[in-house]
């Protein structure tokens, strides 16, 4: 909550006045443990509006970065050739301010140039498999694989949040194809309404190409329903034409700029049940479909051609295999990330791999993308209605590129060593479930995550502080880092993960907020980095302070 927002939560009878009571019950509201002597002395009998704007500022003085502006100062002006040097060495920034007080010192670290994320625009002019596109799973459910809703908003939501690829599985419907999860009780939808949010939101937050990956389970006469609905909503967003005979090249995308891209089999594939199709109950005897394929919905699968992956050498071979996707489960995926990283990584510099979680996570939960970005698979396809660390890590992969959906692949192996030190914290929201009111015992965890391995260290709690709680009170804490065991050879698939955690002595920890960077964007020095709360929404007026590094191991 910001000033603003505090004030009208505390002055509840709106007179304009906050008197003591309801003082002392907005501090606890936000995280400030104040004895009841310092309460009154601070509070004077009343507080008008003016009064506690100017009261909140003080309280917000950063002491962290008093110690730091200390450190570089001389009698309370900064030391001009230290702070130079400042930049140069630690903050690796040719930005000058234009004064040198404390308080410009204090304003100029909040701007969005000191973020710990050093967002970029990539180049999108290289071939479609070359980029990670952002991909959901499923991506119609709301919650659980077994008796969850399926809802059109979901489609929203992930293309607003910059998806480019979302998945329909389509059934046989009474009139018209619907979708659902097959075999379960999810609930159904019809595809024409999912096509009619695919064509109002595609393109609202990115301009780049979206793929409709369908799973498909239709007859014949539906199938050529899907297609006729497609084209007539769709109408010149949907990509039909087909590559010259002699292209031997993927479109950027660039070139396929508010364009929708269908991924699905073409008539001379063999037919096959998709393979990540919940198989139904052992008890329940089920007709084999007898499935044929529609020419008018074969014909729409024009750059993303299902096909199962067979070998490598035959991919090679065919000079239009970049028109191609195998979908690998999580588990096959990653025996072949462990077993064979080579061969899988140049398989994705010929065609596409889609990658989707196992049937086993009925529950949506997700798997750790990072193996399978760091072979290059370009759809790492995750349920986008559970917010955990997957998500996270998905957010801020794509967070580098301006949040295009699209980033850009450099496949450059190299080995990082990474070090850090948490500084402090600021506004520190409560548990979602907080029913008691209690100040929060904020402590860190520091976790980095790479394609091979990872490693996770703690902090220190600190007891009732969630306003501005501080960590490291060493005036020069880039001194004093803290290096991670483990190197970092795909920085484009690697990540700094900070969750903050309410330490509570009787029941499981609980989740504040969260928040990180993929290593490939990292700015490195004395960073806010952005915090996301249980459902992925930005925490506009919390943050985290910290101290990064990353050079070359030796």
Same mark, same amino acid.
């Given at each position: 909550?910001?000033?603003?927002?505090? &004030?009208?939560?505390a002055d509840?009878?709106?007179?304009?006045?906050?008197d003591?009571?309801?003082?002392?019950?907005?501090?606890k509201?936000?995280?400030?443990?104040m004895?009841?002597n310092?309460?009154?002395?601070?509070?004077?009998?009343?507080l008008?509006?003016?009064?506690?704007?100017?009261?909140?500022?003080?309280l917000?003085?950063r002491s962290?970065?008093?110690?730091?502006?200390?450190s570089?100062?001389?009698?309370?002006?900064?030391?001009?050739?230290?702070y130079?040097?400042?930049?140069q *060495?630690?903050?690796?920034?040719?930005?000058e301010?234009?004064?040198?007080?404390?308080?410009?010192f204090?304003? &100029?670290?909040?701007?969005p140039?000191n973020?710990?994320?050093n967002p970029q625009?990539h180049?999108?002019?290289?071939?479609?498999?070359?980029?990670?596109?952002?991909?959901?799973?499923?991506?119609y459910?709301?919650?659980d694989?077994l008796?969850?809703?399926?809802?059109?908003?979901?489609?929203?939501?992930?293309?607003?949040?910059?998806?480019?690829c979302v998945?329909?599985?389509?059934w046989?419907?009474?009139?018209?194809p619907?979708?659902?999860?097959?075999?379960?009780m999810?609930?159904?939808?019809?595809?024409?309404d999912v096509?009619?949010?695919?064509?109002?939101?595609?393109?609202?937050?990115?301009?780049?190409?979206?793929?409709?990956?369908?799973?498909?389970?239709?007859?014949?006469?539906q199938q050529?329903?899907?297609?006729?609905?497609m084209?007539?909503?769709?109408?010149?967003?949907?990509?039909t034409?087909?590559p010259?005979?002699?292209?031997?090249?993927?479109?950027s995308?660039?070139?396929?700029?508010?364009?929708?891209?269908?991924?699905g089999?073409?008539?001379?594939?063999?037919d096959?049940?998709?393979?990540?199709?919940?198989?139904p109950?052992k008890?329940?005897?089920?007709?084999?479909?007898?499935?044929?394929?529609?020419?008018?919905l074969?014909d729409?699968a024009?750059?993303f051609q299902?096909?199962?992956?067979?070998?490598?050498?035959e991919?090679l071979?065919?000079?239009?295999?970049?028109m191609?996707?195998?979908s690998?489960?999580e588990?096959?995926?990653?025996?072949m990330c462990?077993?064979t990283?080579?061969?899988?990584?140049?398989?994705n510099?010929?065609a596409?791999?889609? *990658?989707y979680?196992?049937?086993?996570?009925v529950?949506?939960?997700?798997?750790?993308p990072?193996?399978? &970005?760091?072979c290059?698979c370009q759809?790492v396809?995750?349920n986008?209605?559970?917010?955990?660390?997957?998500?996270?890590?998905?957010?801020?992969?794509?967070?580098?590129?301006?949040?295009m959906g699209?980033?850009l692949?450099?496949?450059l192996?190299?080995?990082?060593?990474?070090?850090c030190?948490? *500084?402090s914290?600021?506004?520190?929201p409560?548990?979602?479930?907080?029913?008691?009111?209690?100040?929060?015992?904020?402590y860190?965890?520091?976790?980095?995550?790479t394609?091979?391995?990872?490693e996770?260290?703690?902090?220190?709690?600190?007891?009732n502080?969630?306003f501005?709680?501080? &960590?490291?009170k060493?005036?020069?804490?880039?001194e004093?880092?803290?290096?991670?065991k483990i190197t970092?050879?795909?920085?484009?698939?690697?990540?700094?993960i900070?969750? *903050?955690?309410?330490?509570?002595?009787?029941?499981?920890?609980?989740f504040?907020?969260?928040?990180?960077?993929?290593l490939s964007a990292?700015?490195?020095?004395?960073?806010?980095?952005?915090?996301?709360?249980?459902?992925?929404?930005?925490?506009?007026?919390?943050?985290?302070?910290?101290?990064?590094?990353?050079?070359?191991a030796?």
């Amino acid at each position: 909550m910001n000033p603003e927002e505090i &004030w009208q939560l505390a002055d509840r009878n709106n007179d304009g006045w906050m008197d003591f009571s309801e003082f002392t019950r907005i501090l606890k509201k936000i995280n400030i443990d104040m004895t009841p002597n310092e309460a009154k002395r601070l509070h004077r009998d009343k507080l008008d509006k003016h009064g506690f704007l100017e009261l909140f500022g003080q309280l917000s003085k950063r002491s962290d970065l008093k110690r730091l502006y200390a450190s570089l100062s001389n009698n309370d002006s900064m030391d001009r050739e230290y702070y130079l040097a400042f930049l140069q *060495i630690q903050q690796a920034q040719p930005t000058e301010m234009t004064s040198l007080s404390f308080e410009a010192f204090c304003e &100029w670290f909040e701007q969005p140039e000191n973020s710990i994320l050093n967002p970029q625009t990539h180049d999108m002019s290289q071939p479609l498999m070359q980029y990670f596109i952002n991909a959901s799973h499923n991506s119609y459910l709301t919650s659980d694989q077994l008796a969850g809703s399926s809802s059109t908003e979901q489609y929203k939501k992930i293309l607003l949040g910059g998806g480019r690829c979302v998945e329909i599985d389509v059934w046989d419907g009474p009139q018209e194809p619907i979708v659902y999860h097959g075999h379960t009780m999810t609930s159904k939808i019809l595809f024409r309404d999912v096509i009619q949010t695919i064509h109002d939101f595609s393109f609202e937050t990115s301009p780049y190409p979206v793929c409709i990956s369908i799973e498909n389970h239709c007859s014949e006469k539906q199938q050529q329903m899907m297609a006729q609905i497609m084209r007539e909503i769709l109408q010149d967003y949907l990509l039909t034409a087909e590559p010259s005979l002699g292209s031997l090249r993927m479109p950027s995308p660039e070139e396929l700029k508010h364009k929708i891209l269908v991924k699905g089999k073409r008539l001379e594939e063999d037919d096959e049940l998709p393979e990540d199709a919940v198989e139904p109950p052992k008890k329940v005897v089920q007709k084999k479909e007898n499935f044929k394929m529609s020419r008018e919905l074969s014909d729409l699968a024009v750059y993303f051609q299902s096909h199962k992956f067979k070998d490598l050498d035959e991919v090679l071979l065919d000079q239009r295999s970049f028109m191609h996707v195998s979908s690998f489960g999580e588990s096959k995926a990653l025996r072949m990330c462990k077993t064979t990283p080579d061969k899988l990584t140049r398989y994705n510099n010929h065609a596409f791999s889609r *990658i989707y979680p196992a049937g086993r996570r009925v529950d949506s939960s997700n798997y750790n993308p990072a193996p399978y &970005w760091g072979c290059g698979c370009q759809l790492v396809a995750l349920n986008f209605q559970t917010f955990d660390q997957a998500m996270l890590m998905n957010l801020l992969m794509f967070a580098q590129n301006q949040n295009m959906g699209y980033v850009l692949r450099n496949n450059l192996k190299t080995c990082l060593v990474v070090s850090c030190a948490v *500084i402090s914290a600021f506004n520190l929201p409560k548990p979602r479930n907080n029913t008691k009111g209690e100040i929060i015992d904020p402590y860190v965890e520091v976790e980095l995550v790479t394609p091979k391995e990872r490693e996770k260290w703690t902090t220190p709690i600190i007891d009732n502080n969630g306003f501005n709680p501080v &960590w490291s009170k060493d005036p020069k804490p880039h001194e004093s880092l803290k290096t991670f065991k483990i190197t970092v050879e795909s920085p484009e698939a690697s990540f700094l993960i900070f969750t *903050i955690k309410d330490k509570d002595l009787m029941t499981r920890d609980e989740f504040i907020a969260s928040g990180g960077v993929c290593l490939s964007a990292m700015q490195q020095g004395y960073r806010h980095v952005p915090l996301y709360d249980y459902q992925m929404k930005i925490l506009t007026e919390s943050r985290l302070f910290v101290c990064v590094s990353s050079a070359k191991a030796q």
